[in-house]
């Protein structure tokens, strides 16, 4: 069965330091990977997605995420953090009848 | 990519009361997601809702705690029935192309007294 697993519940980091956020998968086959970011009271947005081709993927806002198929990892990283960053990020795999499932989400606070 | 319409996106409710909630988007899909993403959580999905037939739900969902409808390839409800203070949630109409991701309407955000 579909599974994500995001380990970190809540990360802090400086305005300006680096970001990696962590995300594993259990998925029988190639998977369809994405990352979403939800601002406190607003809707999701996607990041970034995966599903063949060059395992690192460059999104929005500066975010990229590295695909590992030895790892059944897909972290999301950014070079360089903004206050704005603030957020919940979600990592998903897509499944079969195009289902999503969802991991449990890393809070990020970003501290000046 | 599809933009979702959602409605209402806020309601405080009665306990014991339903709510309906509305879902349009503006292109047609196929299938249609209704999730819920309680307090502090990560999102749960309640149920696939297909035109023209029944929905079909995840485990721990029953049909007649959360009716859904889909009547067209644009529009669904889900409806919230006789509601208690653990159904406060967030609750999220979505449709999803596998390659291209999930798209999220902006979430009705329900309290119930």
């Known amino acids: 069965a579909q599974s994500v697993t995001q380990p970190d519940i809540h990360i802090t980091v400086s305005e300006g330091a680096s970001l990696e956020l962590r995300c594993n998968y259990s998925?029988?086959?190639?998977?369809?990977l994405f990352w979403y970011v939800q601002s406190p009271g607003q809707g999701l947005q996607l990041l970034l997605k995966?599903?063949?081709?060059?395992?690192l993927v460059q999104g929005i806002k500066g975010f990229e995420a590295e695909f590992k198929r030895s790892q059944s990892s897909f972290n999301l990283r950014k070079p360089s953090v903004h206050w704005s960053d603030a957020a919940e990020y979600f990592c998903?795999?897509?499944?079969?009848?195009?289902?999503?499932?969802f991991g449990t989400g890393t809070s990020l606070t970003v501290i000046p | 990519s599809a933009v979702i319409s959602q409605k209402p996106s806020r309601d405080i409710c009665q306990r014991g009361t339903s709510l309906t909630i509305q879902c349009q988007v503006d292109?047609?899909?196929?299938?249609m997601f209704w999730y819920r993403q309680q307090p502090g959580q990560s999102l749960t999905l309640i149920a696939t809702?297909?035109?023209?037939?029944?929905?079909?739900?995840e485990s721990g969902f029953v049909i007649d705690k959360f009716p859904i409808s889909r009547p067209n390839l644009t529009f669904s409800t889900l409806t919230v029935s006789n509601m208690s203070p653990e159904d406060s949630s967030i609750y999220l109409c979505?449709?999803?192309?596998?390659?291209?991701?999930?798209?999220f309407g902006q979430g009705t955000r329900l309290t119930v007294v």
């Open positions: 979505s449709v999803s192309r596998l390659r291209g991701g999930a798209f």
């Open positions: 998925y029988g086959a190639t998977p369809y």
């Open positions: 995966y599903f063949s081709g060059d395992t």
């Open positions: 998903a795999v897509g499944g079969t009848g195009n289902q999503f499932y």
């Open positions: 292109s047609q899909v196929t299938m």
């Open positions: 809702a297909n035109q023209g037939s029944e929905a079909t739900y």
